[in-house]
């Protein structure tokens, strides 16, 4: 079945480091790629996602670019902030609707 | 309204009680979707509405767990004889559905349901 694979934490990093948080999936045919996020205290939210691949997605100054030869979808930020600190998700949905989330990771961004 | 609602925000029950959460979805979205997460992992997929049927309940752990949605839009999930190990969050999605491009399929989430079996 589908299964998404995400980097072990969590991740502390200074404000203004550069970011990036491995994510790996198995699926069939074509899925779509998401990253969510979930801040303290809040729902999860739809971060970005790329539908085939080669695309790229980005908000916030986060950017994911999807690798089917790598099967892969990373997400990175030049410069992060305090206000990045959050649980991030890597997702995706193949065949079906449903999404097949990997575990999270916390980041925690230092002043 | 603005975005999936989902109620209440916390139950706590004891062992063996029945409960029923429920959820709100966007309105006009078709899709409406549960998932559950447990403390330290991501959501997992239980049931999967397209109007008013099930379309995918493969994520039921069991029989103990059962969703309606009569008119197509709200939502409720029913836990029946709940046991300590149900105790989760349970999260709310909906989508525009239907089958016009995966933009339609982006999954909107609620603030959850956190459930507390003693």
């Known amino acids: 079945g589908d299964s998404v694979t995400q980097m072990e934490g969590p991740v502390t990093l200074s404000e203004e480091a550069f970011l990036t948080i491995n994510c790996t999936y198995t699926?069939?045919?074509?899925?779509?790629l998401f990253w969510y996020v979930q801040y303290p205290g809040e729902g999860l939210q739809l971060l970005l996602k790329?539908?085939?691949?080669?695309d790229k997605g980005s908000n916030k100054g986060f950017e994911a670019t999807y690798r089917k030869e790598t099967t892969s979808f990373h997400l990175e930020k030049g410069s992060v902030q305090v206000s990045d600190s959050a649980v991030y998700f890597c997702a995706l949905t193949g065949a079906n609707s449903k999404l097949t989330f990997g575990k999270g990771i916390t980041l925690s961004v230092r002043p | 309204g603005a975005g999936v609602s989902q109620t209440p925000s916390n139950k706590v029950t004891e062992k063996g009680k029945y409960v029923e959460l429920r959820c709100d979805p966007i309105?006009?979205?078709?899709?409406l979707y549960w998932y559950r997460q447990s403390l330290g992992q991501g959501p997992e997929f239980l049931i999967y509405?397209?109007?008013?049927?099930?379309?995918?309940d493969s994520g039921l752990p069991n029989d103990r767990f059962f969703a309606v949605r009569p008119e197509g839009s709200v939502s409720t999930l029913k836990i029946q004889r709940t046991e300590r190990g149900d105790s989760a969050v349970y999260l709310c999605?909906?989508?525009?559905?239907?089958?016009?491009?995966?933009?339609?399929?982006?999954?909107?989430f609620g603030a959850g349901t956190r459930l507390s079996v003693l």
């Open positions: 509405f397209q109007g008013t049927g099930a379309a995918d």
């Open positions: 790329a539908t085939k691949a080669d």
């Open positions: 309105s006009g979205h078709t899709a």
């Open positions: 999605a909906s989508s525009l559905g239907g089958y016009r491009g995966r933009n339609k399929n982006i999954q909107y």
């Open positions: 699926a069939t045919g074509y899925p779509s």
